[in-house]
């Protein structure tokens, strides 16, 4: 069938206006969510324009933050409350509050979508928690000031940092049980599985190093050690660790270093340091893993690093010590 010349013109305007509109449509559309530590709030930040869109009230001294796997629940460690709070995306109102054991910092969700699993740094403790009934149904005694905690892709095992004890604890889910305890550097502070599941990460805060952890055998593979020209060695702090989903890169906080180390995640050479803002903490990437954030707490404010590029884009500032990051997709 022909169609009418005048027709096809009008279509032809029709579909470029269309394919513009895709063309111009945000490819960083979605939510980083930011804990600050000093404020008792978390502050919203638009990926699209990296503008602040919203501040809300939390809880006393958030931390750990993460959502829930649609991403219909916000839960966060309201660490002097010694409970999680679960908010609504939507409107950052506070739905409910659970009873975590005390001081919970981090904790890690584990794929079964129902169960929290907490660090206590106070009591040396894991506590699980069932979200749907609110109730500890574990608790679990791990090392002195317990602080990182991890959950293998699997659902399988959990691990927990212990920061006076220097070691990672190894649980196994079914039972709630410690099998196993990997001695490393001093003040473990964060751990982080690959997305195989294979290989988990752990920083060691006062150790200045980050080791590579075998999760079959649950022994040491390589331990990387960093230095940055012109920055003492003490103030290499590693923390917050986040690795790409293909595997290829890992992303290192620095603490006082004010440095994001990037890693080759397959020969664990350092590739480039990335500055950042005072204190670096934590790490979250959005959408595709095309930007990385990285919460400062002594400036204030959120790093965005552009992943191909590994240079910083922009400087966010939101409330006094920001903290933990969790990324909310549209």
């Known amino acids: 069938m022909k169609l009418n010349p005048m027709f096809k013109s009008l279509l032809s305007v029709i579909v470029a206006f269309a394919l513009l509109g895709l063309n111009a449509r945000p490819t960083q559309a979605g939510e980083m969510w930011i804990t600050n530590e000093k404020d008792h709030t978390v502050s919203v930040i638009d990926t699209a324009t990296l503008e602040i869109k919203a501040t809300y009230n939390v809880g006393l001294r958030p931390r750990g933050i993460t959502f829930a796997k649609d991403y219909s629940e916000l839960y966060i460690c309201a660490s002097d409350d010694d409970a999680i709070n679960v908010l609504d995306p939507a409107t950052g109102i506070v739905l409910r509050s659970m009873e975590s054991g005390e001081d919970p910092e981090q ?34 005694d791990v090392g002195i000031e317990p602080e990182g905690m991890a959950v293998s892709p699997d659902g399988k095992i959990a691990i927990v940092t212990s920061e006076t ?33 294979d290989r988990l990460w752990v920083s060691s805060e006062i150790g200045g190093t980050v080791a590579i952890i075998d999760t079959a055998t649950q022994k040491i593979i390589h331990t990387i050690s960093m230095q940055i020209p012109g920055i ?31 890693v080759d995640a397959k020969s664990f050479e350092v590739i480039d340091y990335v500055l950042v803002g005072r204190r670096v903490w934590h790490l979250a990437f959005s959408e595709g893993e095309k930007r990385i954030f990285s919460t400062n707490g002594i400036s204030g404010d959120v790093t965005v690093i552009d992943v191909d590029k590994l240079k910083p884009i922009k400087t966010i500032k939101v409330g006094r010590f920001p903290w933990g990051a969790a990324f909310k997709p549209d």
């Not at 103030?235 to 595997?247: A, H, K």
């Open 107 to 140: 904790f890690a969700l584990h794929p079964d979508n129902r169960h929290l699993y907490i660090s206590n740094e106070e009591d040396a403790l894991a506590t699980v928690l069932d979200i749907e009934t609110g109730e500890a149904v574990a608790e679990i």
């Open 165 to 197: 004890t220097n070691m990672v604890h190894w649980i196994d889910t079914e039972k709630a049980e410690i099998f196993n305890n990997t001695l490393v550097a001093q003040r473990p502070r964060h751990g982080e599985f690959s997305s195989s599941g």
């Open 232 to 262: 003492s060695d003490d103030l290499i702090q590693p923390v917050g660790i986040r690795l790409t989903s293909d595997g290829s890169k890992a992303f290192i906080a620095l603490g006082p270093a004010n440095h994001v180390a990037v």
